[in-house]
């Protein structure tokens, strides 16, 4: 029997074909979408989510709190000794020591918790499902356990520490008011000379 080819099976070829690639390119670009979303969120330095990420968790964290009763901390984090290292070492070692500070502060949160780059050398951490007791002593761990000796320079060590202030998320609290609670408190310590 002689077999002649269709038009109807060439088009479904070549419909076939189209297909395929169609669902390669959406493959492709989700692929790009989803980089383009975690670059969006990352701050530009360290590891981190940037302040709009965080902002953005933070508000989701309130409203577990509001809805659930999760109870949550936020711990507000600023570095000492940055302004000193900019200006005797140049901002490359400085954003080393942010880079070193960034990288001190994810390694200390659990997978439930994230933390955030919010400013030039200020971080915050949110730590769920956590008493007030705790919290406070997850920031006084935090200032205690960072390595004050942080960069070796032409055989010195660059000195740099961190304060940091807590605060329990509140009913009625949104991410800024939460944010401006949690760095009084760390400037009240930082005045009462409680930092590293």
């Excluded at 969120?41 to 659930?68: G, M, Q, V, W, Y």
């Excluded at 109870?71 to 000193?84: E, H, P, Q, R």
């Excluded at 406070?136 to 200032?143: F, G, I, M, N």
């Excluded at 032409?154 to 605060?167: D, Q």
């Amino acid at each position: 029997m002689l077999m002649i080819d269709s038009p109807i099976g060439d088009e479904q070829a070549d419909l076939d074909q189209e297909v395929t690639l169609l669902r390669a390119t959406v493959g492709v670009l989700r692929a790009r979408l989803a980089e383009l979303e975690r670059l969006a969120d990352t701050d530009s330095l360290t590891p981190l989510l940037n302040r709009r990420a965080f902002l953005r968790e933070l508000s989701r964290t309130i409203d577990a709190k509001a809805r659930h009763g999760v109870a949550s901390a936020l711990i507000y984090v600023d570095m000492t000794g940055l302004k000193s290292i900019n200006d005797n070492h140049g901002h490359a070692t400085g954003d080393a020591a942010i880079l070193h500070v960034a990288r001190f502060l994810r390694d200390r949160t659990r997978l439930t918790d994230f933390v955030g780059r919010i400013g030039g050398d200020e971080f915050a951490l949110v730590l769920t499902h956590v008493d007030h007791a705790a919290a406070e002593a997850k920031a006084a761990q935090l200032v205690d356990d960072m390595p004050i000796q942080l960069l070796e320079i032409g055989g010195g060590a660059l000195r740099v520490g961190i304060c940091s202030g807590m605060t329990m998320i509140e009913d009625g609290d949104d991410a800024e008011t939460a944010l401006a609670r949690a760095d009084a408190n760390m400037y009240a310590l930082k005045a009462a000379g409680c930092c590293a």
